[in-house]
């Protein structure tokens, strides 16, 4: 009854970790999420408006499969206020239902079975997916805390072969926070240069960016052809439930994603659509008052989670988690049940302390735990207070202190 391919998909556990909590807490257990990717802050309210008055003028049919032509002329001029390059909204612009919609558009639309994509690890936990449910397979290169999880030209061109089709680019990167700046971005497409491949830059978290300035590498010169760059208005307007993002690049490539998309989705929702024009083209304090916000808590979260024994945590630089290594904490947990990998870990801790985290190991690193610092102040000091105690007493039992 099922196919191959869906039965090569594993469960979204980001999506997985959030359904458990929330179980818990209708049971009446007394439950912090960080495992959620969203801001805590609602949607603007003249975003909102703009969506309202949507709705009144009639606003509610289908709208063109690649998105209304006034939001791709928005997206357009925002990708070329970013980047310098300008493309034609009309035939170089995808609107689709949130940026993981665009991308496994994207992926459908360039990938035959049997093709490689090359995914930095850690990553993002549906890149891998996307590819395996296009037929192709994911290829990671890994990237290093110590290295501050740069990418290494010289794994990054091993990891190159015949079958490459795509690389994948994610800066500020989800779960590690990780941003490649000018030189970092140089480097990477300098090392790609006589690669066919096609470059999906994924730069959701773009607003959300603390120290350092990420470069796109769609900003540099001669990579208009070979880039196509994914955002949306989930993470930096707090409108994730909107669900609206966007690809923009080679008008081969958007025009076959744009055909995936109109069989697939039609368009995305007209209504959304009014919603994202409003974001893009309205006042933009919103997003400097939240980004501001996320930074404070970003300090607090790694000031705390440095200080507790068996924990080491990195200082992001953008998007909104924390990504510490827990494996000093592995060996044998409460009641003599071992803990041995990120997703025993997670379990353990929401079942004793009601925190929930994501297992590092959905993002191929685990010795990980994400998690996001996009909840207020009191609940956050909560939740480090709890996850402190769990540490303590895993030590206090023999955990491991492996390196
Ligand atoms: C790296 C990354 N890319 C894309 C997305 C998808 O964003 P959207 O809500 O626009 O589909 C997310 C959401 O968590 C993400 O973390």
């Not at 079958?163 to 030189?183: E, I, Y």
């Not at 697939?264 to 501001?292: F, K, N």
Request: aromatic share 6%; with cysteine.
């Amino acid at each position: 009854m099922i196919s191959s391919r869906a039965r090569a998909i594993a469960p979204s556990e980001t999506l997985a970790i959030t359904e458990a909590a929330r179980l818990l807490k209708a049971q009446g257990r007394d439950v912090i999420g960080l495992a959620a990717g969203e801001p805590d802050f609602d949607t603007p309210p003249h975003i909102k408006e703009a969506a309202a008055r949507a709705m009144a003028r009639g606003e509610t049919k289908y709208t063109a499969a690649a998105g209304t032509l006034i939001l791709r002329e928005a997206i357009e001029r925002r990708t070329r206020e970013d980047t310098g390059a300008a493309h034609d909204p009309a035939t170089e612009v995808l609107v689709s239902c949130g940026a993981k919609h665009a991308l496994a558009n994207l992926f459908l639309a360039v990938l035959d079975p049997g093709d490689e994509v090359v995914i930095p690890s850690p990553y993002w936990v549906s890149y891998p997916m996307m590819a395996v449910a296009a037929g192709a397979r994911p290829v990671f290169v890994e990237t290093r805390a110590e290295e501050g999880y740069a990418l290494d030209p010289g794994r990054l061109r091993r990891a190159l072969g015949p079958r490459t089709r795509m690389v994948v680019l994610n800066s500020p990167s989800n779960p590690t926070g990780a941003v490649m700046d000018a030189a970092a971005t140089a480097s990477v497409l300098e090392t790609l240069r006589d690669s066919p491949a096609l470059v999906v830059s994924d730069e959701i978290y773009d607003r959300l960016v603390y120290d350092g300035a990420p470069v796109s590498p769609a900003s540099l010169d001669g990579w208009g052809g070979r880039v196509v760059v994914v955002n949306g208005v989930s993470k930096a307007y707090a409108m994730t439930g909107w669900r609206i993002g966007w690809a923009v690049g080679p008008r081969e490539v958007i025009q076959a994603a744009t055909r995936v998309q109109s069989h697939t989705a039609s368009a995305p929702s007209s209504i959304s659509q009014a919603a994202a024009l409003a974001a893009l083209t309205g006042p933009q304090d919103c997003v400097e008052t939240m980004r501001e916000a996320f930074d404070v808590r970003r300090r607090y979260v790694v000031g705390r989670l440095s200080a507790i024994q068996g924990l080491q945590c990195p200082t992001p630089r953008g998007a909104f988690y924390a990504f510490p290594r827990v494996s000093d904490l592995f060996g044998p947990g409460p009641s003599g049940r071992p803990v041995a990998t990120s997703a025993e870990f997670c379990a353990l801790c929401l079942e004793e302390t009601g925190v929930a985290l994501v297992p590092g190991g959905a993002f191929g690193a685990d010795r990980h735990v994400r998690l996001s610092y996009a909840t207020s102040r009191d609940l956050l000091a909560e939740a480090l207070e709890r996850l402190a105690g769990l540490a303590e007493r895993l030590l206090g039992q023999g955990a491991s202190r492996a390196p």
